[in-house]
């Protein structure tokens, strides 16, 4: 039988591709506020012995992480099979340690809500810094899929003769997938809090005229590639190309970084935003499909 999907909170164009791609059937489900702000939810679709995706960006999870639950505890009692997780921005990976007495480890907490509730996690290049892979915290089995081979398509296509520069160590492990045969160098960075990080720069040779491509997996408050950016113009460089798999752009930092003077901001569809120029769509369908099988 089709697999059915479930767009969560809202119909999204990520989702609707990746239902046309696997041939599934659209989940339908009722979902209001009463009076109190208490929710009112309701599954409309037939789920019974079915497999269900439910695709959730994860993004701003708190403004809905409840009514996720709800639906997915609804899911299970109208005796769904399998109820896998389709996220490909996983959120509340960054705290991956207890930096100060007396913070809480999001990231665990999270993990152990998620795991609770779903049966699978399907997600693109979750921040993996200290934890080494998602079974370090998820108890349930995950697929990550790499985005890094549509990056260095995307570079290959529209690039020519460029130079790939992580903004920070933690960048490495995506910088150097991307960049293949391409050359790389990656900077240093202590943050302070957020919104304020510093950046230093490698003793490297000259850099001649290749075109800088900035890449990270996130750009949040977009502190780390604005001072990437100042530091490339401070040695000479031309405007970069910045480029991240999840953009996240909280606050101006869009703006701001088109303010500074970019070749292009180029984002993958994790989550919607005008930047997105990478379609991941084709392949989580394909992640999808290998599971379904099984
Ligand atoms: C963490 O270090 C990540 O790889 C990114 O560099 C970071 O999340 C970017 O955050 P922001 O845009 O707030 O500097």
Redesign the pocket.
Known sequence: MRPIIFDFPSPSTLGKEVRELLGGEEGKFLLRSFPDKESYFRIESNVTERNVIVNASLYHPNDWILNLLFLTDALRFQGAKRIVLLAPYLSYM?QDKVFQPGEALTSVTFANLLSRYFSYLVTVDP?L?RYHTLEDIYSIPTSVLKAAPLMTKWIKQNVESPLLIG??E??LQWVKEVAGKFPYIVLK?V?YE??H?EITWPEIGDLGTRVPVLI??????????LQAIRHLKDHGMSSPFCMAIHP?F?GN?YQELQNIGVKGIITCNSILHPSNQIDLAPLLTQALKSIMGK
């Open positions: 960054r921040h810094h903004p920070d933690e960048s960075k943050r957020d919104g990080v990270d997996d996130i750009i949040s408050s977009g502190s780390t590639m996240v909280s930092s």
